[in-house]
């Protein structure tokens, strides 16, 4: 699992992006007793993504910097999810205005998850 999260910091890094920050769910869960399989975030940003789509509406920023949950499952599977920036065209009723934002930014999150995934 800290692979796949290490390839996506990498691919992140390399794409301009900042790193905010590496939650370790997992480890924090141990440090209350409470046992949870791998489990760990990763959020990070980048203004030239981000900022168009504030300007559409400031409350995007809920929503922003971005964040990608890794997480293995009870067979040992490793997975990797972000959320979908087409979400905010109906959380946020924007226009058609916005389309050309959400479409580069869904863009970017696809092509950091295939090359995070790649075996």
Request: hydrophobic letters at 40%; proline letters at 8%; a neutral charge.
């Amino acid at each position: 699992m800290t692979e796949t999260l290490d390839r996506l910091q990498t691919q992140v890094t390399e794409g301009g992006f900042t790193v905010v920050a590496r939650v370790p769910h997992a480890k924090a869960a141990k440090g209350v007793g409470v046992d949870l399989r791998p489990t760990e975030v990763l959020i990070f940003g980048n203004p030239k993504g981000g900022t168009p789509l504030m300007a559409c509406d400031q409350r995007i920023g809920l929503d922003l910097p971005l964040r990608a949950l890794a997480w293995e499952d009870a067979a040992g599977k490793v997975w990797l999810a972000m959320p979908d920036p087409e979400t905010f065209r109906s959380r946020y009723d924007l226009g058609t205005a916005c389309d050309g934002p959400i479409q580069a930014m869904r863009a970017g999150i696809v092509r950091l998850m295939d090359k995070a995934t790649e075996p």
